[in-house]
């Protein structure tokens, strides 16, 4: 008797925790993780996978990924390939089908956003990493909102339970992004139609946002190594327009990047797409466009 009340004791305990459990997130990369966490707040545990300096088209995937995904509720991807060469083969492997195509808990924020830099044809001898068009759209303000609010859709429909408080963080973040945005622009609207050199193709949602353009790039073809003759003709563009400014994400050659910048006069600076890829930015988008859109100001108002 004594033992089966303990029993049943046990499966109570087991069922309270059921209620209170908290929906297992992962996310690919730290910007949706940071969105998951401001979304799902204390009804949420969230796990990213890439880290915030690692390139996003070539994650290191080690085997603990699927384990993590194989106890996840909610998977959130930017889709559009970004993942493309690294996320499939865990997926398959974790065997979770709440995470399947199609599922709520799968959620690929590219859904339903207009890409850039779509090719008319699909050939990947050109530009391979960006065959189905420009995955780096989370580096315009305006897909967060649309990816926070993809977010909050998939947590309502996983937990439907917990809607009025994913609604209510919903509304809190977009108030807070709104606010950003309008000074955001106000700071990079003195630079509008200046050019800057990238590194790889990572900012063409960024420049049309903000009214500036990326759109020289020491890689020839996104993915593919600076060549001698590609630095030249940047080399030369950079003098010709007085380019200024060269960005450089955390796992893009600083070296080769400073080596243009030294026969140009220009500054090399320290850019990331992902909350945590430069410094004070840790778990919070915000923060990371707050400070890349500081730093941008400044080094385009330096003589
Ligand atoms: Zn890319």
Same mark, same amino acid.
């Given at each position: 008797m004594k033992a089966l009340k303990n029993y049943l004791m046990i499966l109570m305990a087991g069922a309270a925790l059921a209620a209170d459990a908290k929906l297992n997130v992962v996310a690919t990369t730290t910007d949706f993780g940071a969105l998951a966490q401001?979304?799902?707040?204390?009804?949420?545990n969230v796990t990213v996978l890439a880290k915030a300096t690692e390139d996003p088209h070539f994650v290191d995937a080690k085997p603990s990924y699927?384990?993590?995904?194989?106890?996840?509720?909610?998977?959130?991807?930017?889709?559009?390939?970004?993942?493309?060469?690294?996320?499939?083969?865990?997926?398959?492997g974790s065997r979770n089908p709440k995470l399947a195509a199609g599922q709520p808990g799968h959620i690929a924020i590219?859904?339903? @956003?207009?890409?850039?830099?779509?090719?008319?044809?699909?050939?990947?001898?050109?530009?391979?990493? &960006?065959?189905?068009?420009?995955? &780096? %759209?989370m580096t315009d303000?305006?897909?967060?909102? &649309?990816?926070?609010?993809?977010?909050?859709?998939?947590?309502?429909?996983?937990?439907?339970g917990h809607k009025d408080a994913f609604g209510?963080?919903?509304?809190?973040?977009?108030?807070?992004?709104?606010a950003k945005l309008l000074a955001w622009q106000k700071q990079l609207a003195p630079y509008a139609g200046r050019r800057i050199a990238a590194f790889h193709n990572s900012?063409?949602?960024?420049?049309?946002? %903000?009214?500036?353009?990326?759109d020289l790039f020491l890689e020839?073809?996104?993915?593919?190594?600076?060549?001698?003759?590609?630095?030249?003709?940047?080399?030369?563009?950079?003098?010709?327009?007085?380019?200024?400014?060269?960005?450089?994400?955390p796992y893009q050659s600083k070296h080769m990047a400073s080596s243009v910048a030294q026969q140009t006069g220009a500054t090399?600076?320290?850019?990331?797409?992902?909350?945590?890829?430069?410094?004070?930015?840790?778990?919070?988008?915000?923060?990371? @466009?707050?400070?890349l859109v500081t730093t941008l100001a400044a080094a385009l108002a330096a003589k």
């Open positions: 401001a979304v799902g707040g204390d009804l949420v699927i384990v993590k995904l194989n106890r996840a509720d909610v998977l959130i991807e930017g889709g559009a390939e970004l993942e493309g060469g690294w996320l499939p083969p865990l997926l398959d590219s859904e339903g @956003l207009a890409m850039l830099e779509v090719p008319a044809e699909l050939d990947r001898s050109k530009g391979d990493l &960006h065959a189905k068009g420009n995955p &780096h %759209f303000p305006e897909s967060a909102r &649309h990816a926070a609010k993809r977010i909050a859709d998939g947590f309502m429909a996983v937990d439907p209510k963080n919903l509304q809190t973040w977009l108030t807070l992004l709104d900012w063409p949602y960024f420049a049309r946002r %903000f009214g500036v353009k990326m020839p073809k996104p993915g593919i190594p600076p060549s001698p003759a590609q630095l030249a003709s940047v080399l030369e563009a950079m003098k010709r327009e007085r380019i200024k400014v060269i960005i450089i994400e090399v600076l320290d850019f990331a797409q992902y909350p945590g890829g430069v410094k004070g930015t840790e778990g919070d988008y915000l923060a990371l @466009l707050d400070k």
